[in-house]
Every structure is written in C-alpha cells, then in structure tokens.
C-alpha cells in the first residue's frame, strides 16, 4: 500500500517549471532519496508533500487520501508529517528537552507525558542526558540531532528531510547516516530524503528517485541503479 502517491505533480514559479508532471508511489515505511543536482525540484516536491506550496497541476495523496490539488489543500499542521530542514529551526536560547517538547506542548500533551517521550527520543539520537543544555552551545551536529528528535517526539509516520547533513562536516556526516538508519529501522515511518549527494543517496535508501529538470528519470533499488563511472 503506498503512504504517499503524487500524481502529475506539477509546480510552476513564472516561467520556471520546478515540477513537470511527475508521478511517483511510496510505499510505508520505505526510505527514499531524491537525487540530483541543484535545481531539479527535489526541495520543491518535498514541500508540496509537506503542504507549504501547492500544486500547479496534479494531486498529492496520503493513504489514498486527497492532501493536496491545485483547488484545496490540506495544511501542512493536519497531515501528520515530520520536517527536518539543513536550517534547522530551533530556538537558540531553549535548551534541549524545550525545544525537542514543543510539538507535544502545542497540542497540549500532558506534562508528565511530555517528560518520558522527550527522554526517549533523546535516547534514540544519542543525546542522553542533554535535556537541559541550551542550543547555543552545541556542536552542528549535536542541534541535527535536536532538530531529528523534534522531528521523532510527535511520532509522524511520514518524515521529510532536505539536505540534513549538508552543514556538517565528514566525521558528524558519517555518524549522522548511521542514525538515520536506525530511526528508520526503529520507527518503521516512511521517508523522503533530499539529497544532491550520491554516496549519501546509495548509503542510506532502499530507493533512489534520479531527478533531473523536475522530472524522475528513474526510480529503482540503489543496486540498480547506474554509478556514473
Ligand atoms: P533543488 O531542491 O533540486 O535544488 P528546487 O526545488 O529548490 O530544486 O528548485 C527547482 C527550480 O524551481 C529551480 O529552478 C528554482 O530556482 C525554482 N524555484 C524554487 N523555488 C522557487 C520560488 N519560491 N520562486 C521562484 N523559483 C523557485
Ligand atoms: P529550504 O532550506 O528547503 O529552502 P527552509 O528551512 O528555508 O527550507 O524553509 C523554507 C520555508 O518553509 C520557510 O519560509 C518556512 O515558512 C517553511 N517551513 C520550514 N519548516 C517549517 C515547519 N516545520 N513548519 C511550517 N513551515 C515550515
């Protein structure tokens, strides 16, 4: 059964066609890249998964579920996703446990509720015990791992990602793979990952979409799909 299915999924911004009528099925629980280079749509289509731009033409389903034509949109609040940008938007003078509890608190969990989830999900990215360090005085990879289990607290079966290493430097990248293997693994949701990068694409995905001029070219398995010599 596919989670997300877009159909004819097309996004103009003026003359640029940023999405030309693509369509593509995620199957639950999959993990897929969105590979190519800068400029092919990957960040757009994401954010028409996630409801921040609507389509032009074309539909977005959740479970069969209409989300999004160029008529009516369901807001991005009401469709349950996880968003996890390279800009990852904490709140610097929060520290830790506030910033990852905030999903919880906007939709009034109760406070003892709050503090468990919250520890646990620090748990799965390996930031035990931070909960009362403020954002200010982490590393780069340290609020990646804040923003991921901010991400993780309000238990979004589908997750979006856009570009989550490109700040980081090669060890925390490395590591950073590994975590997001497990969150897959652990949550069993289904994830879109936006990449330009094709080691990151191949390392992490049970399928890679190759995107090209706002079209897929090929969505396969990454032992299928082509290495450019
Ligand atoms: P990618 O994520 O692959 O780098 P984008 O989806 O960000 O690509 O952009 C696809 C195309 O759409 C690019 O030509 C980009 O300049 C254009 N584009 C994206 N967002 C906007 C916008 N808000 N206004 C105008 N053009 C945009
Ligand atoms: P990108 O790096 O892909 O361009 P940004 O992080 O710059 O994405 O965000 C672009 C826009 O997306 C912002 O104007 C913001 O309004 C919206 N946005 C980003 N994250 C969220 C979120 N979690 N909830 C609602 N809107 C968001």
Redesign the pocket.
Known sequence: MSEIRVERLSKRFNETAALDAVSLDFAAGSFTALLGPSGCGK?TM??LI?G?EAPSEGSVFFGGELMADPQRQVP??ARGVG?V???Y?LWPHMDVAANVAYPLKARHVERGAIAGRVGAVLDIVGLNGFEGRRIEELSGGQRQRVALARCLVADARIILF??PLANLDMHLRASMVDAFRDIHRRTGATIVYVTHDQAEALALADRVAIMSQGRVLQAAPPQEVYRAP
Do not use: G, K, Y
């Open positions: 960040t994401l954010r996630a921040f991005p609040e968003v940008f390279q800009s938007a856009d570009e």
